[in-house]
C-alpha cells in the first residue's frame, strides 16, 4: 500500500497559484496519482489523475518528475471557493491499493 | 447523469443498537465502495465490492459491520450493534471497471451513536 505524506494545512491570498505537494516515496511500476477535493459536508471530488509527466485539465494541472516519487497539484487563480480539503492518492487500476485517503491538505483561500 | 445516492442523509442511535445505510451508484458502475470518514480524518475504505463480489473487505470490522451487494447495484452496509466510535460520515462511491481512481462519491450518511 503506497501512502503519502502531504502538508496539513495550507493558506493562500486570492488570485495565487497554489502548489501542494505529495510524497509517494514507495509508488509502485502500475499505481496511478489522482487527486480529490472535499468540501464540508459532501464527499469527495475528483479533480485530476495522472502517471507522469504533466497532466492538465480545466481545473488543475499536475507534475510528477521522473521518478514519481512525489507530485505537484497545481491550482491557478485560486478563488474563495477552492477553500477545501484535498487528498492525494497512489494506486494501481483495480483493487483497494488506491484507497489510502490520508489527513489531506487544508487550503484556505484569504480574501 | 444522475450521482451516487445514499439514504439516510442523517441517523442518530443510541449504542448497542442496530443502523443500516443504503447506496445506490451510478447506473452501469460496476465497482462500488464504502468509506468511514471520521471527523476531521480522510475517508477509510470498509470494502470494495466488483459486481456483487466482494474485492476487499480487510478494514471491514466483520463482528458488527455487514455490507451485502445483491445483483450488482444497489447496497446495503449494516452496524449490529453499533459503538460510540462508530460515530462518522458514511460514504458510498461507485466507479465504471478498468478506469483507475476516478471514482464518484455520494453525499454520505452522517451517523451519530449515543
Known amino acids: 500500500l503506497a501512502k503519502t505524506t502531504q502538508p496539513i494545512s495550507m493558506d493562500s491570498y486570492e488570485g495565487q497559484e497554489v502548489n501542494i505537494t505529495c510524497s509517494h516515496n514507495?509508488?509502485?511500476?502500475?499505481?496511478?496519482i489522482t487527486w480529490y477535493q472535499q468540501f464540508p459536508s459532501q464527499g469527495p471530488r475528483f479533480i485530476i489523475q495522472?502517471?507522469?509527466t504533466k497532466v492538465t485539465n480545466e481545473v488543475a494541472s499536475l507534475f510528477i518528475p521522473a521518478d514519481r516519487k512525489s507530485s505537484t497539484l497545481s491550482l491557478p487563480r485560486v478563488s474563495l471557493s477552492d477553500t477545501a480539503v484535498y487528498y492525494c492518492?497512489?494506486?494501481?487500476?483495480?483493487?483497494?491499493?488506491?484507497?489510502?485517503f490520508g489527513t489531506g491538505t487544508r487550503l484556505t483561500v484569504i480574501p | 447523469e444522475a450521482g451516487v445516492a445514499q439514504s439516510p442523509r442523517y441517523k442518530i442511535i443510541e449504542k448497542r443498537q442496530s443502523v443500516a445505510f443504503w447506496c445506490n451508484p451510478i447506473?452501469?458502475?460496476?465497482?462500488l465502495y464504502w468509506y468511514q470518514q471520521i471527523l476531521g480524518q480522510g475517508p477509510k475504505l470498509l470494502i470494495q465490492?466488483?459486481?456483487?463480489?466482494?474485492?476487499?473487505d480487510s478494514q471491514l470490522p466483520k463482528d458488527r459491520f455487514s455490507a451485502e451487494r445483491l445483483k450488482g447495484v444497489d447496497s446495503t452496509l449494516k452496524i449490529q450493534p453499533a459503538k460510540l466510535e462508530d460515530s462518522a460520515v458514511y460514504l458510498c462511491?461507485?466507479?465504471?471497471?478498468?478506469?483507475?481512481?476516478?471514482?464518484?462519491f455520494g453525499p454520505g450518511t452522517r451517523l451519530t451513536v449515543l
Open positions: 462511491a461507485s466507479m465504471t471497471s478498468g478506469r483507475a481512481g476516478e471514482q464518484f
Open positions: 495522472g502517471y507522469k
Open positions: 492518492l497512489v494506486g494501481g487500476i483495480t483493487g483497494a491499493n488506491n484507497l489510502f
Open positions: 447506473s452501469g458502475h460496476a465497482t
Open positions: 514507495n509508488i509502485a511500476t502500475n499505481d496511478y
Open positions: 465490492f466488483q459486481n456483487n463480489g466482494v474485492v476487499d
